[in-house]
């Protein structure tokens, strides 16, 4: 008797399919948007160089993150086929170009919502934490951000929450992770989790050390995401996780995601605490067991463990122990 397809099958098969869609797409067009319903009124916009969330509804439409500037034009028109309503919100989960590049064009194509303390008018509201407001609106600098597409909206405590189309959507700073300034966006009917680059599927995690970037801070926010995720039968399905970069996925992969980075992350530092020196503790090759799932010819394991050996002993650095030159080569 054939067996009947897992949940989490089903989802590897369709983001095989999704990725086949956007690879086909590229060809024609290297900033084509492919778009992927993920639950309820969530879908998933893969675009070049990383993804992208739209919630649709009466209310409207709210925009996690907005992909390379060279594809909001495709985004927009990708939102246009899912909703004719306005683009309300787009949240940024940080400040990196390849998730705000688009906020010009996207809001732009959208109207803010009036309130009691205003009238409404063009243009979507931005909303991001206050620490990745403050690098997109620097007057010089990697993450800066052309005026119109700066956030309107931030916040400075642990969470911002919103009711939209019928469903609360959870904005949740996770400090020091991938940079100082990430959000988690949960929306809790659709249980969707967008994590943006905190959690990378398809590579190892990047960790921007210069913008408050940690290892620890992204073990804690891998841990978060697996707080927040509830599976379905035989732990696939259930609660549905949008990477910044990567497949589609749901708890079981960020779990598996999660033991190797921790794992790495607890090898470096017993190489540090011996005194190894970077090279030799490259040389010890504490990712060799995982290199062949997430290395990349852009970001190889070497460079990982790079990044967690500077974030290990610059914080070994507070208490008086030598901090590692910097090494950089980590993506954004």
Avoid at 98 to 114: F, L, P, Q
Avoid at 189 to 198: E, K, L, N, P, R
Avoid at 200 to 214: C, F, K, L, V
């Amino acid at each position: 008797m054939r067996r009947p397809l897992t949940a989490r099958l089903l989802v590897t098969i369709a983001c095989v399919g999704l990725g086949a869609v956007a690879r086909a797409q590229s060809k024609t067009d290297p900033n084509a948007v492919a778009v992927w319903p993920v639950q309820r009124n969530v879908y998933m916009a893969v675009g070049p160089g990383g993804n992208a969330a739209v919630q649709i509804g009466d209310d409207g439409v709210l925009v996690v993150d907005s992909l390379v500037a060279g594809a909001s034009a495709n985004l927009v028109a990708a939102i246009r086929g899912l909703s004719d309503k306005p683009i309300r919100w787009i949240v940024n989960t940080h400040s990196h170009p390849d998730h705000t590049g688009g906020n010009v064009a996207v809001a732009k194509a959208g109207r803010y919502i009036s309130s009691g303390n205003t009238r409404g008018g063009d243009g979507a509201s931005i909303l991001t934490f206050e620490r990745a407001l403050r690098r997109m609106g620097a007057d010089a600098g990697p993450d800066v951000v052309p005026e119109q597409g700066r956030p309107t909206d931030s916040y400075f405590v642990r969470s911002k929450d919103l009711f939209f189309n019928g469903e609360a959507v959870q904005v949740l700073h996770q400090p020091a992770a991938h940079t100082d300034g990430d959000s988690l966006v949960v929306f809790r009917h659709s249980d969707v989790v967008v994590a943006g680059d905190v959690f990378t599927p398809q590579r190892y995690p990047a960790i921007d050390i210069d913008e408050g970037g940690t290892i620890d801070g992204l073990v804690a926010g891998l841990n978060h995401i697996l707080e927040l995720t509830v599976p379905a039968w035989n732990q696939e399905g259930g609660t549905m996780v949008i990477p910044g970069h990567g497949r589609l996925c749901d708890e079981a992969d960020v779990s598996d995601y999660r033991d190797m980075v921790t794992i790495v992350r607890d090898r470096v530092r017993a190489l540090v605490t011996k005194g190894l020196t970077l090279a030799q503790a490259q040389a010890a090759a504490p990712t060799f067991d995982y290199d062949g799932v997430y290395g990349t010819p852009d970001y190889s394991g070497d460079m990982f463990v790079a990044a967690v050996y500077r974030s290990l002993t610059a914080s070994r650095s507070l208490t008086g122990s030598p901090a590692a030159p910097p090494s950089g080569g980590a993506p954004r």
